[in-house]
């Protein structure tokens, strides 16, 4: 399973990205304006630009148009940043029109603001090369985010969609496990979440352990 991150703020992509394990990065306008906040002021295409240099993977930059003609405006503007940008469409009708013309056009569309598996279906049907299901989301409406994954993934592999599944939305390190577990292509990660992930306390435990002992046979 690839491991992105989900964030704009390049200190947070910068600092994941030494671990080693960062495939991608998505964005979307809340994420956006948050780190333009964080910077006192900025421009969202020199941030998209910055991001892209820091990951080699896919980097979801999102449209903020709502209507058919801006999105494929927006889309291309974004897409010409450069050549590991993917667009992040909303998952409505001109979002739909919007994903097969970008994509006709070579471009990777990241279908967004999914919540339901047969807006996955049209989604992966327009062109889509990832979608995303809001995990998160789902659960805070106690409805079980994770078990839309769980149908999204089936429906893909009974038809062989090359689209992949990036289970967004993620609060912690159980719907990491979950999408693992399912088959989910990626899961997109903010860095608290994938700080937890490292962590446990019996490592910590077991290695301070391992010190004290080595330092009665080490200099
Ligand atoms: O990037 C989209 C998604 O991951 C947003 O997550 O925590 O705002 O529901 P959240």
């Not at 491991?3 to 495939?23: K, P, S, V, Y």
């Not at 494929?72 to 503007?77: F, L, S």
């Not at 598996?117 to 049209?122: D, H, S």
């Not at 429906?155 to 979950?178: L, M």
């Amino acid at each position: 399973m690839k491991l992105f991150i989900d964030t704009a703020n390049t200190d947070e992509i910068r600092a994941a990205a030494t671990l080693g394990l960062l495939d991608g990065v998505t964005t979307n306008p809340s994420l956006l304006a948050k780190e333009i906040a964080r910077r006192g002021g900025g421009e969202q295409e020199a941030i998209f630009k910055e991001i892209c240099e820091l990951v080699p993977g896919p980097v979801s930059a999102e449209v903020t148009a709502t209507d058919y003609e801006g999105m494929v405006r927006q889309g291309r503007e974004v897409a010409a940043i450069a050549s590991n940008v993917v667009v992040k469409c909303p998952l409505t009708e001109d979002g739909l029109r919007a994903t097969r013309t970008l994509s006709g056009e070579g471009i990777g569309v990241n279908a967004t603001l999914v919540f339901q598996p047969i807006q996955a279906l049209l989604a992966a049907k327009a062109g889509a090369a990832y979608v995303s299901p809001f995990v998160g989301r789902l659960d805070d409406i106690s409805t079980t985010g994770m078990a839309t994954v769980q149908e999204i993934v089936e429906i893909f592999s009974n038809y062989a969609f090359s689209t992949e599944v990036i289970v967004a939305s993620v609060r912690n390190p159980i719907h990491v496990v979950d999408a693992a577990r399912m088959g989910a292509d990626i899961a997109t990660i903010p860095y608290g979440v994938i700080m937890q992930l490292v962590k446990h306390p019996l490592t910590d435990i077991g290695l301070a352990r391992f010190v004290a002992d080595a330092a009665k046979y080490t200099s």
